[in-house]
């Protein structure tokens, strides 16, 4: 397999442009529309109306729609809770929650030597979990993994006092910074680590 066929595998798994995409725009969507309208029903809804198009449009143009999906529903929680409260910044509040759970769950898997980045990426540079056997290897899966720990208790960081003060404006502005651009530049530090560090010790490579 080749280095470049690597790197797409590896992004691809990591949510890839259009996941990215799927999840972003609704995002914005409901930050604009809120910023027009001061409606927040009307944005909530306006975000989940776009989520459900772009999953219509995966669907037919036979694309895959796990992302689009899981966008849906995200979206669709968002609406809910904004709805629920009336507060515009409540929309924002589930994406905090869950880079609160990852950044837990990316963290254990490091301390007990099952680093996530290893268990996802591994099967597809055909080393399945052999690296577990290789110290070394499972060292750069580990220092990759750091990367998302680093990426998610950053967005906490920013965004948490954000949303407690209520900034509507500098927190929607904060997702979208730190929704996509993050994610490709984590994305493709994580590339660079993987690609640069050790590779899998050759008696390790054919074992079953």
């Known amino acids: 397999m080749?280095?470049?066929?690597?790197?797409?595998?590896?992004l691809n798994a990591m949510g890839g442009k259009k996941g990215l995409l799927d999840s972003g725009l609704p995002a914005l969507i409901f930050l604009v529309i809120f910023n027009v309208?001061?409606?927040v029903q009307q944005a909530a809804y306006g975000a989940l109306a776009l989520s459900l198009i772009l999953t219509?449009?995966?669907?037919a143009r036979?694309?895959?729609?796990?992302?689009?999906?899981?966008?849906?529903?995200?979206?669709a929680i968002c609406a809910w809770l904004s709805n629920r409260t009336g507060k515009a910044e409540d929309f924002y509040l589930p994406g905090l929650w869950t880079n609160a759970i990852y950044s837990v769950v990316y963290l254990v898997s490091i301390i007990v030597?099952?680093?996530?980045?290893?268990?996802?990426?591994?099967p597809l540079l055909e080393e399945n979990l052999r690296w577990r056997k290789d110290p070394i290897r499972t060292k750069v899966y580990v220092k990759a993994t750091w990367l998302w720990v680093g990426m998610f208790a950053v967005r906490l960081l920013v965004q948490y006092p954000?949303?407690?003060?209520g900034n509507v404006n500098v927190l929607g502005t904060a997702r979208l910074v730190m929704g996509y651009p993050l994610f490709i530049a984590t994305a493709w530090a994580t590339w660079i680590v993987i690609k640069?560090?050790?590779?899998?010790?050759?008696?390790?490579?054919?074992v079953n």
Do not use: C, F, M
């Not at 219509?56 to 669907?59: A, H, P």
């Not at 036979?62 to 979206?75: F, L, P």
């Not at 030597?113 to 591994?122: A, C, L, Y």
């Open 37 to 39: 309208t001061k409606d």
């Open 162 to 165: 954000l949303y407690v003060s």
């Open 2 to 10: 080749s280095s470049e066929e690597d790197k797409a595998r590896i």
């Open 56 to 59: 219509i449009v995966r669907l």
């Open 62 to 75: 036979r694309e895959t729609i796990q992302h689009a999906i899981s966008g849906v529903i995200g979206v």
């Open 196 to 206: 640069n560090g050790p590779k899998l010790r050759e008696d390790l490579r054919t």
């Open 113 to 122: 030597r099952w680093p996530i980045i290893g268990v996802i990426i591994g």
